[in-house]
């Protein structure tokens, strides 16, 4: 049962242009996103999240946009920089569960000079 | 302030044979996770502490054992290694529960042949 799902694996997009990464969700009852961003051999680093009682956060170059009516949120990264290049995984803490995350699969995203 | 540290990087095992992946945290946070990431696929929980002497089971936590004797130290250990362990396995900790942002570890890769 994938709760939190990202359905493209990868991503490869110029630099300067936008970069669009979606994330579905299944369970209604998920209240807060959270994106994170994994360099090869490095841990998972936390990006930006989004509370459902709101529809964007925007961070600098990066926007989480939430759309609860269809359980979809997505991250954009404009403009997109090489340094960009990297695994997104959105995740999502169940209610009242310690604290936990569930992930999606990742977004590995390839930014292009 | 060194954040989450993991040890060893990497290790081999052999089928059937034991370990413990080491997970250090200076940040006294309350709330500390295993995770593991296999190819393609997100991070899935192992197991979590929500404070010292209190432990809990994950979506995965079948041939894993884990002890919180301290705020700082919570070990995973691997009981009769098998190939489906075979996987790259993240440590993380946080403040609060409640969709507080995680903060990893590099991870341990092990291979079990």
């Known amino acids: 049962d994938q709760q939190v799902k990202q359905n493209s694996p990868s991503l490869s997009v110029q630099e300067g242009r936008i970069s669009i990464l979606n994330c579905d969700y299944t369970?209604?009852?998920?209240?807060?996103f959270l994106w994170y961003k994994k360099y090869p051999a490095e841990g998972p680093t936390f990006l930006i999240s989004?509370?459902?009682?709101?529809d964007k956060n925007e961070d600098g170059r990066f926007t989480v946009f939430l759309n609860k009516s269809a359980k979809h949120l997505s991250l954009h990264i404009v403009p997109s920089q090489p340094g960009d290049s990297a695994v997104y995984f959105c995740?999502?803490?169940?209610?009242?569960?310690?604290?936990?995350?569930?992930f999606g699969q990742g977004t590995e995203l390839s930014v292009k000079p | 302030n060194a954040g989450v540290t993991q040890t060893p990087k990497f290790r081999i095992l052999k089928i059937g044979q034991s370990m413990t992946l080491q997970c250090a945290q200076d940040?006294?946070?309350?709330?500390m996770y295993w995770y593991r990431q296999d190819p393609g696929m997100g991070l899935k929980l192992i197991y979590y502490s929500v404070g010292a002497g209190i432990t809990d089971k994950g979506e995965v936590p079948n041939g894993y054992n884990v002890s919180r004797s301290t705020t700082e130290d919570f070990p995973l250990r691997l009981e009769l290694a098998a190939p489906s362990q075979t996987s790259v396995y993240f440590c993380?900790?946080?403040?609060?529960?409640?969709?507080?942002?995680?903060?990893f570890g590099n991870g341990t890769r092990l291979t079990v042949t």
């Open positions: 940040m006294n946070h309350n709330y």
């Open positions: 995740a999502a803490p169940p209610y009242n569960q310690g604290g936990k995350l569930i």
């Open positions: 989004i509370s459902s009682i709101k």
């Open positions: 369970n209604s009852m998920f209240d807060y």
């Open positions: 993380a900790s946080s403040p609060t529960g409640g969709g507080s942002p995680l903060h």
